[in-house]
């Protein structure tokens, strides 16, 4: 398969890997939005977050708990935004899953998670929108 995430796991592609055990690895990201940027992935591939089956998200989110503490001390920092951009309309450009780990430092000029976007979305009619989702889960 043709995806980048996928040459770093087989190691033809070099990688600054930080960890790594049966099914996730993590490594440095490229172009860091902060210092020590860090992505997790399943060594798996799976395109989006709704792919991966429930044993594998929750092997990958061991890993990202325990990266994201060797992370915040091996650089110093004073917390971490941890997400992941899921499909194209969300920012994400590598389509093999990945989570991120963004180390945050006091006064670094950045902001919350929720501050990536604001539509300022009507909320007249949450329950209408409640229902919606709840309905959704009959399909699940
Ligand atoms: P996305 O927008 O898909 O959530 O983010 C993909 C991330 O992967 C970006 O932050 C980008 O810098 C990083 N990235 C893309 N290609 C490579 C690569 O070849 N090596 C590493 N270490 N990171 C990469
Ligand atoms: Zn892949």
Redesign the pocket.
């Given at each position: 398969m043709d995806c980048?995430?996928c040459k770093?796991i087989s190691g033809d592609?070099p990688?600054?890997i930080v960890y790594e055990d049966a099914t996730s690895i993590a490594?440095?990201?490229?172009?860091?939005?902060a210092k020590g940027?860090t992505?997790v992935i399943p060594k798996k591939h799976y395109d989006t977050f709704q792919d991966i089956d429930e044993n594998a998200v929750r092997d990958l989110f061991t890993s990202v708990k325990m990266v994201a503490k060797a992370v915040e001390k091996g650089t110093g920092a004073d917390g971490s935004n941890i997400g992941?951009?899921n499909k194209k309309a969300a920012?994400?450009?590598?389509p093999h899953i990945?989570i991120?780990i963004i180390p945050r430092y006091e006064g670094d000029g950045g902001g919350a998670i929720q501050s990536i976007i604001n539509t300022h979305p009507n909320t007249d009619n949450l329950d209408d929108l409640k229902e919606k989702i709840k309905y959704c889960f009959k399909k699940i």
């Open positions: 980048i995430f770093i592609i990688a600054k490594f440095l990201d490229i172009t860091p939005c940027h992505v992941l951009n920012g994400q450009e590598v990945h991120h």
